[in-house]
Each structure stands twice: as structure tokens, then as C-alpha cells.
């Protein structure tokens, strides 16, 4: 069974750092695709971050991230990062991977909070 599992979440002050993980298991066509982060919090419609292709040469990122986040993957691992940098408050959320072109297949996202 294909999972996307996300890893790397957690609590930090305003200015720091984190990298989020994202491993697919189970998805043997996973260099194949184009893969998405994407963040929700209870009172935003989800939203994407960031867009790896499927070399890993060309991306794209929201406004609200350009030049603070960073997505890459690693085809042979089967695994996408998000390196997020700068951090503030308003990044809070539930973040999680997906492909664009598999809309329902989605991990169950690991929480990051940005709080003094």
C-alpha cells in the first residue's frame, strides 16, 4: 500500500529553523511525479508551499516562503524536505507532502508551531 509519512515538525521561536521530511513507501512511481508541500491551519484553506518537478531542478514556492523555504528530494531514498528557515509565527500549521496529480494521496502532515 502506498503511504506518504511526514516527519520533522516541531516547536520553535521566530527566526529558526526546521526540515520537514516526507517519506513515500509503497509508491514505486514516485520519481515519476512532481510532488507538492502544503500547509493547513483551523482557520485556512490548505495551502501550497512549495513544488519540486520530477528531476528536482526546477521548483516553486509561494509568495508567503520565497526565499526562506526550500524543497529537494532524493528520487533514490523516495524522500522530499522542506528546509524552512526564518520561520515566523504566521508559518504555523500542519504541514504535510502530496503529489498534484494524486489529489486524495496525503500523509498525515507533521505539526509545526512558531511561538516565543
Known amino acids: 500500500e502506498a503511504r506518504l509519512v511526514e516527519s520533522g515538525g516541531g516547536l520553535v521561536q521566530p527566526g529558526g529553523s526546521l526540515r520537514l521530511s516526507c517519506k513515500a513507501s509503497?509508491?514505486?512511481?514516485?520519481?515519476?511525479?512532481?510532488m507538492n508541500w502544503y500547509r493547513q491551519t483551523p482557520t485556512k484553506e490548505r495551502e501550497r508551499v512549495a513544488t519540486?518537478?520530477?528531476?528536482?531542478?526546477?521548483?516553486n514556492y509561494a509568495d508567503s516562503v520565497k526565499g526562506r523555504f526550500t524543497i529537494s528530494r532524493d528520487n533514490r531514498q523516495h524522500l522530499v524536505y522542506l528546509q524552512m528557515n526564518n520561520l515566523k509565527p504566521e508559518d504555523t500549521g500542519l504541514y504535510h507532502c502530496?503529489?498534484?496529480?494524486?489529489?486524495?494521496?496525503r500523509g498525515q502532515g507533521t505539526q509545526v508551531t512558531v511561538s516565543s
Open positions: 519540486i518537478d520530477v528531476t528536482g531542478r526546477r521548483t
Open positions: 509503497g509508491f514505486s512511481k514516485f520519481s515519476s511525479y512532481d
Open positions: 502530496g503529489a498534484p496529480r494524486l489529489p486524495g494521496f
